[in-house]
């Protein structure tokens, strides 16, 4: 029953850990679909910010012709009527017109094909075009309303018009209507590309991009013009990369020529995956460490769980071995109270018998409280010179008596020579030897033999206690000596112990300097090795000197 409620806990931890990552795995899964979505998002508002400068970059260029066509060429029609054109001239030198390589007029009031007015800004006057391709330009241009003169003069949509067939000579014309619509003339301005690559474009540009990007003036970003046949005529900077992430022609005037940005760094697109690259790594990143939270808290449940066991089958096992040595005591007691000992021998035996048993019960209460000792730092020892052949020989004894019933046979085999005196406690050796011989007996199985060795290798003493019992697993045997641990297989199992004796087996030999190593296989036995330096040592009271060994007996 207690293997099913031990399955069951168990169980329980990895279904918790499973209720755990299901919805983590969901969360991670939406979460990449939104960095996905959000990246792609990104990439097209990005994309959407870029076409949007160059649109204001437009509008800019298209707000400043404009404007300035409007405030020059707005001109009154009782300028044609009177024929008054230096009034005009006037207008313009008073408010001169940025941008305008040439003004004109043209007045069909007079003539159906009109006559033509130029201002001079250097005289401040009107003047006669003189033959030059600029004047059959501008005649080129006014076809259209020569026609409209000629076909009765209604002009119905007074508007702004731009002509541009000619890229040399780009125009922009106003025509003039009196209160009737008819045509009166037209005023226009030739415009000054010079102006418009060197100083407008600049300076329309730098404004856009401190109110686009206020804080990184887009160094990334090269904002190049290409006229109608595709020469760069105007850069920001140098391009390096030609990426083109947008693209716009202007609208109004220079309308073939191309505005162009170009990305020195990443493209959208590249930056948004970078984005989401980064996100989605931050996002596992974060999993990870949760995930290893969860595991190292799961784990750290999972050995609370298992000290739990092994502690409730440690306080059962005691309970076992207590009841074990109190009952024996209790029945040679009564059968020396009954009088049943007729004899001296019998009164002896009993008497034997009874001091085995205490001594057994002793040494149990000992090891529990030495363990409680060890745990809390307390444990102390006093090493004075000793005899280490004496010590084992008084363990044998001692426990040859607890074993006479049970039919053991304890045999010993000396060292070859005298071993000297080792700085020891005695007690507390003679406490290990006798663990390892207790254990010896639990784990015997139907065998009855154990052997005891004291010897001397390569400068240490050596204690070994054989059995030849059912023997420990290599995968078990590292952990053997950790705090109430007990191999769980088979027979091994079924045997009643505290999980302690090895336990401070393993921290006396350390204290001492030394260390306990074990050799075993499944079936054919096991032995239990002690090794202790030979050397001079300073008899001292060592309390506390492990109190920094690991806790693992």
Known sequence: MSLIRRFLRRRTLLAAFAAFLAPLFVLLGLQYIWLDRLSTMTAIAHQAALNNFLEAVGTEVEF?????????????????????????????????????????????????????????????????????????????????????????????????????????????????????????????????????????LPEVIRKTSRSYFPEDPA??????????????????????????????????????????????????????????????????????????????????????????????????????????????????????????????????????YIEAESRRLSRLINNILDFSRIESGLKSYQFVRASLDEVVASSLETFKVRTRASGFHVTFEGPASPLPDLEIDADAVGQALYNLLDNAVKYSGPSREIGVRLSREHGAAVIAVRDKGIGIARSEQKKIFDRFHRVGTGLVHDVKGSGLGLSIVHHIVRAHGGRVEVESQPGEGSTFIIKLPIHERPARAAHGEESGAPERG
């Open 64 to 200: 400043y012709y404009r404007s300035s066509a409007e405030r020059a060429l707005n001109l009154p029609s009782s300028i044609f009527n009177t024929g008054d054109f230096e009034k005009a001239a006037w207008i313009w030198k008073k408010k001169p017109v940025e941008g305008a390589r040439r003004l004109f007029l043209v007045d069909f009031t007079g003539n159906t094909f009109g006559n033509f007015h130029v201002y001079n800004p250097e005289s401040g006057m009107m003047e006669s075009p003189l033959a030059s391709d600029e004047s059959l330009a501008m005649i080129v241009a006014c076809i259209p309303w020569q026609l409209i003169s000629g076909g009765g003069g209604i002009e119905e949509s007074v508007v702004l018009r731009v002509d541009e067939r000619n890229p040399e000579h780009r125009f922009i014309l106003n025509p003039i209507t009196d209160e009737r619509s008819r045509l009166q003339g037209l005023a226009g301005m030739i415009l000054d590309e010079r102006h418009f690559k060197t100083k407008l």
């Open 219 to 352: 160094e990334d970003l090269v904002v190049t013009v290409r006229d109608g046949d595709g020469r760069r005529i105007f850069a920001t900077g140098e391009v390096t990369n030609e990426e083109m992430p947008a693209s716009r022609r202007f609208s109004f005037v220079f309308s073939d020529w191309t505005a162009e940005l170009h990305s020195m760094g990443e493209t959208p697109e590249q930056w948004a995956r970078a984005s989401f690259i980064s996100n989605l790594t931050l996002a596992a990143l974060v999993t990870v460490v949760m995930l290893g939270g969860v595991t190292l808290t799961l784990r750290a449940a999972n050995r609370a769980v298992a000290l739990s066991e092994m502690k409730a089958d440690f306080v059962s096992n005691v309970s076992h071995e207590l009841r074990t040595p109190l009952a024996s005591i209790r029945v040679f007691a009564e059968l020396l109270k009954l009088g049943k000992a007729v004899s001296a021998e019998k009164t002896m035996e009993y008497g034997e």
